[in-house]
Nanobody
Framework: QVQLVESGGGLVQAGGSLRLSCAAS????????MGWFRQAPGKEREFVAA????????YYADSVKGRFTISRDNAKNTVYLQMNSLKPEDTAVYYC???????????????WGQGTQVTVSS
């Protein structure tokens, strides 16, 4: 069992930056791939980024590539999402998730956090 708690969301102007954190409980964090997803009002949840259990492989949605960076610190049981050059269309609730494989498909992830709101004003 893994419990995930996101933090770091907030209100930022377009062009600004935020860093999201996702703290995991349990001693098996380092064995899980981690993903970030987001859901805007009226839209389906979408993949943002994923990272392998070792941190050696990362994957990004085309919409965030070059602006967002996913990383993890297994000693701290934490995964991060550094978001730069934010745009109003990045506004959404951001969720972290843990699973076996670092893939874009949300159904591949077994554990989810409660989400953190990110709002980007124009």
């Amino acid at each position: 069992q893994v419990q995930l708690v996101e933090s770091g969301g907030g209100l930022v102007q377009a062009g600004g930056s935020l860093r999201l954190s996702c703290a995991a409980s349990g001693r098996t964090f380092s064995s899980y791939a981690m993903g970030w997803f987001r859901q805007a009002p009226g839209k389906e949840r979408e993949f943002v980024a994923a990272i392998s259990w070792s941190g050696g492989s990362t994957y990004y949605a085309d919409s965030v590539k070059g602006r967002f960076t996913i990383s993890r610190d297994n000693a701290k049981n934490t995964v991060y999402l550094q978001m730069n050059s934010l745009k109003p269309e990045d506004t959404a609730v951001y969720y972290c998730a843990a699973g076996v494989r670092s893939v874009p498909q949300s159904h591949e992830y077994d554990y989810w956090g409660q989400g953190t709101q990110v709002t980007v004003s124009s």
